[in-house]
């Protein structure tokens, strides 16, 4: 088997090979990785057997999108994304932590400005890039993985800001029907250019999750997330049947669960350890679900000693069992004050348990 197949079978439960790891470096640390390895990326460090992808969007809005904020913050680590989000950089120790503007943020947006506001245009080019980019995964003899997290929920609120789509779905003001359908048709549009193109994983996900608690009641999921969340999952199965559905959702989401399995979900990310009792998990859903993570970067990557870090990441292949159904990996980005010493002890135990597979210990 290549490492494509290992990891196919593995995320199919159909056995643990050689033990899949993934890891997701801030520039800052595939910045130290590079110093440190002579230039070595994470993919051939960790070795990884899967690459990720995603469609070059183009923007539909002119300009540089500042003229879609009245308030945009004059920082130089201000940009707008494809979809129109504003994001002023947050510090060099806390890499991903931005502040979002949101262009159709306020009571005074009409419906009509929810219709009409320009979303990404998807390049006709994009679909033979994306079919000639997993023929070169397959060659090289890696999975190919389509990222499209922020699917639906998250898309949303980034574009209308979170307290303003809360009281629209709350008080059922039309914007927020007519906001997620739009970014519904538009995820579908994406989700079947992955499938169409072959990929073998196509990677969903919308933090729904707290630290204790959910975003929103199960009920309100249910109402607006759940169904536009099902079809972008159906128009990926209409195209093919056999890709594996990822899901990322932060924090805990234990009432979720469920329901993710009812609608098609495989894997499950990144089952955060400060949030979630992952041996719990695995226990009630591992016959079903597969799950990627479980290594906390909250807690222990940045704070625990290398011994720690090591018996976490034998503890999770133990707890997956010979079945698989396990990619190892840091619940999220590994942030720049995580020490070299953690980052090199979460690779040695990977290897340990590939040795441990490979001599059937």
Not at 233 to 241: E, N
Not at 342 to 361: D, K, P, Y
Request: proline share 6%.
């Amino acid at each position: 088997m290549d490492k494509r197949e290992m990891l196919i079978r593995t995320l199919r439960r159909e056995g643990m090979f050689q033990v899949p790891c993934d890891m997701f470096l801030s520039p800052a640390k595939e910045e130290e990785l590079a110093n440190k390895t002579k230039g070595i990326s994470a993919e051939q460090y960790y070795d990884l057997y899967h690459r990720c992808a995603s469609v070059p969007l183009e923007k539909g809005y002119p300009g540089d999108g500042r003229q879609l904020f009245t308030d945009a913050p004059p920082s130089e680590k201000f940009s707008v994304d494809p979809y129109g989000v504003g994001m002023a950089g947050g510090s060099d120790s806390a890499y991903h932590m931005v502040h979002f503007c949101s262009p159709l943020q306020g009571e005074q947006i009409t419906e009509a400005q929810v219709t009409d506001f320009p979303l990404p245009l998807v390049p006709e080019y994009s679909i033979k890039q994306m079919e000639e980019w997993v023929l070169d995964a397959r060659r090289s003899g890696l999975a190919s993985a389509a990222v499209m997290v922020q699917t639906i929920w998250e898309r949303a609120w980034l574009l209308r800001g979170m307290n303003d789509l809360m009281m629209d779905m709350a008080s059922e003001d039309a914007r927020a029907e007519i906001l997620l359908d739009r970014i519904t048709v538009h995820a579908c549009r994406l989700a079947e250019i992955y499938s169409r193109a072959g990929f073998d994983i196509i990677m969903l996900g919308d933090d729904i999750g707290m630290q204790n608690t959910a975003m929103m009641s199960p009920v309100m999921w249910r109402r607006w997330v759940k169904p536009r969340l099902e079809q972008v999952i159906s128009s990926i199965r209409a195209c093919r049947a056999d890709v594996l559905i990822w899901y990322h959702s932060c924090g805990w989401i234990e009432p979720f669960i469920p329901d993710l399995i009812e609608i098609g979900i495989d894997i499950l990310n990144p089952v955060q350890p400060e949030c979630m009792d992952v041996e719990k998990i695995f226990k009630e859903y591992g016959d079903k679900l597969s799950f990627w993570g479980g290594v906390g970067t909250q807690r222990v990557m940045p704070q625990g000693t290398p011994k720690e870090i090591r018996s976490t990441v034998l503890s999770l292949i133990r707890t997956a069992g010979d079945q698989g159904g396990l990619v190892v990996a840091p619940s999220h980005m590994v942030e720049p004050d995580v020490p070299w010493e953690n980052i090199e002890a979460f690779r040695s135990a990977v290897l340990e348990a590939r040795e441990m597979c490979c001599t059937g210990r």
